[in-house]
């Protein structure tokens, strides 16, 4: 059974930094693209950020561009979003996601329902 399991979400004032973790299991993780997506009350779901386990090639929104850092420590098959100078409008539910077969350009065009794996989601808000 393939588990993304993520932690570290919490409150943050604005300016503030967490580090948001997301432990895999039952799936070979080389094989994958993990991400991150965010769902804020009463928007559309938005894809982050995602990482190519295999070449660690990495790709961001626009919008948190500069300020988030993706990871992987695939010896423990775990990728992490490190997230800095956050803001209000980054508050929301974030999700860790997980595609096979898909270099990290071609993941961060990919729909939601179209990844493979969903992780349960880790709530960060941030105050202004």
């Known amino acids: 059974e393939v588990q993304l399991v993520e932690s570290g979400g919490g409150l943050v004032q604005a300016g503030g930094s967490l580090r948001l973790s997301c432990a895999t299991s039952g799936l070979t993780f080389d094989d994958y693209t993990i991400g991150w997506f965010r769902q804020a009350p009463g928007k559309e779901r938005e894809v982050v950020s995602c990482?190519?386990?295999?070449?660690?090639?990495?790709r961001y929104s626009d919008s948190v561009k500069g300020r988030f850092t993706i990871s992987s420590d695939n010896a423990k098959k775990t990728v992490y979003l490190q997230m800095s100078s956050l803001k209000p409008e980054d508050t929301a539910v974030y999700y860790c996601?997980?595609?096979?077969?898909?270099?990290?350009?071609?993941?961060?065009?990919?729909?939601?329902?179209?990844?493979?794996?969903w992780g349960q989601g880790t709530q960060v808000i941030v105050s202004s």
């Open positions: 990482i190519n386990t295999n070449d660690h090639s990495t």
């Open positions: 996601v997980a595609v096979w077969a898909l270099t990290s350009t071609q993941a961060m065009g990919v729909p939601g329902n179209k990844w493979d794996y």
